[in-house]
């Protein structure tokens, strides 16, 4: 999708964006704030405009695709059926006009061409236990966090919630850094540790088997911490260097591969407050798990703007893979009717127990193999009613029929919610620019590989030129 990008925008020019997204937020609010499963239960469908009805009633999942979300097939030509009204044009052009851009600077990743499996771009030794998304993310995110480490000369990398350590482990083993990982589950540090050693050993022998491959310099497997970042607090742990600089204090760069939640906040906060901390990479997700209030807003700016507030609701949208999802339109596949079959089932559950509401239905194996009356009945095993409830089959399948309907509706959520991702982004952007610190936010996966690709760098000196060769694929 075409959008705005960070670093084309003044400071006011920022600000205003805050405004106009709240503004369009606010317009659009009740599309954002269903719940898909209430469909039937809520007649979601007859709260869009009639002449909305009109355009996408009876359109396939990959018109959808094309016409609403902006997503053609390869070669494909955008055709309207129908003259569409310019209200729903005009929610379409400012969903791609407001959100800032997650295209990054180069193409659709080669490194997959040869082995969907396996990047090119990595060895061997550093793909192992790796997955390819992973893979992808640890090498552009290693690379980028290592150019910023060199502009700002950082002495020390702090990778934060850092798992089982792939991104730890490639910035100290594969590009040479000193590298702090913290992570709050034990289990996980554990296997990063015996993770480290068997990519040790993997290197060793790769060295003896050609000798021509010289380790200049000692390596340095990642120090792992097993500790809980509190948000709301400095942590101390963090802030430990390694070693004692040669020159002055210690100069550290966090960074953060998926920060979950507060997490990632906690990042900007120890930035903005600790001077030893010169520089930040760090790429958000779990948006929904932001504390309300401390999470967001934590710029002035947004929380003196009308409508800023994110509910639990439009925070979980804004955490969808939109080009995930127009792929799957575009297949049109039968995996497609699962919101249908959820929608139908949450309008048996109410007429047995109507203060259950929006109950989570988990573990129910290839959905769109079963009749929706099969699914039904496994759905109210797994919310603890009676699977054999009498069923009113012709209303399920008055309810299937509108199968097409469920679908647009919640493509019309899912366009609206990268606005949603933007304002929260943005808000941080104005956070870190209010305190007098430079900050910007660039796309740096592909899409289709990792959604939420787009990641916050920020540094206590003019990053300038900089900023292009962060941006720059290494060849």
Excluded at 47 to 67: F, I, N, R, V
Excluded at 209 to 218: E, G, I
Excluded at 319 to 337: F, S, V
Aim: proline share 7%.
């Amino acid at each position: 999708m075409p959008g705005i990008s960070a670093r084309g925008l003044s400071h006011e020019g920022r600000k205003q964006l805050a405004v106009n997204l709240t503004r369009v937020l606010a317009l659009y609010r009740s599309i954002l704030d269903a719940y898909i499963i209430e469909f039937f239960t809520d007649n979601l469908w007859d709260t869009l405009p009639c002449s909305w009805q009109e355009a996408l009633d009876g359109l396939k999942p990959p018109q959808l695709a094309t016409m609403l979300l902006g997503m053609p097939g390869e070669g494909e030509v955008v055709r309207y059926r129908s003259v569409w009204p310019l209200t729903l044009l005009a929610l379409k052009s400012t969903a791609c006009a407001l959100a800032f851009t997650r295209t990054p600077g180069f193409q659709t990743p080669s490194e997959f061409l040869e082995n969907p499996s396996q990047s090119s771009r990595l060895t061997a030794p550093f793909r192992k236990h790796v997955r390819p998304k992973k893979q992808h993310e640890i090498r552009r995110l290693g690379e980028l966090v290592k150019k910023l480490s060199d502009f700002t000369g950082c002495t020390q990398v702090v990778d934060v919630g850092s798992g089982q350590g792939h991104l730890s482990r490639f910035m100290a083993l594969g590009l040479g850094l000193m590298v702090k990982s913290i992570e709050g589950d034990q289990r996980l540090v554990e296997r990063a540790q015996c993770l480290d050693q068997e990519l040790l050993q993997a290197l060793e022998k790769e060295e003896k088997r050609n000798p021509q491959v010289v380790q200049t310099s000692p390596r340095h497997s990642p120090h792992h911490v097993v500790r809980w970042v509190d948000p709301t607090a400095l942590c101390e742990e963090l802030l430990l260097p390694l070693e004692n600089p040669c020159q002055g204090r210690a100069r550290l760069l966090l960074t953060g591969l998926h920060a979950c939640g507060d997490l990632s906040v906690a990042l900007l906060r120890h930035f903005s407050c600790c001077p030893e901390v010169v520089a930040l990479a760090s790429v958000g997700c779990c948006y929904m798990k932001l504390s309300d209030p401390g999470g967001y807003p934590l710029s002035q700016w947004v929380a003196g703007l009308p409508g800023y507030e994110l509910p639990y609701r439009l925070r979980e949208g804004a955490c969808h893979a939109l080009e995930e999802y127009a792929e799957r339109l575009q297949k049109a596949g039968p995996g497609l009717r699962t919101h249908c079959y959820r929608a139908a089932l949450e309008t048996v559950i109410r007429r047995a127990r109507p203060e259950l509401r929006r109950p989570g239905v988990q573990g129910i194996p290839r959905v769109h193999e079963l009749k929706i009356e099969e699914y039904v009945q496994q759905g109210l095993q797994r919310v603890g009613l009676d699977p054999q409830l009498p069923l009113n089959l012709a209303a399920l399948q008055a309810h299937l029929a509108q199968e097409n309907r469920v679908v647009a509706f919640f493509s019309l959520a899912l366009l609206l919610a990268p606005l949603v991702e933007t304002l929260i982004l943005l808000d941080r952007l104005l956070y870190l620019q209010e305190q007098g610190f430079h900050a910007e936010l660039l796309p740096i996966f592909s899409p289709q590989l990792s959604p939420r690709n787009l990641v916050l760098v920020a540094t206590k000196m003019p990053l300038g030129q900089a900023l292009s060769v962060l941006e720059t694929e290494d060849s």
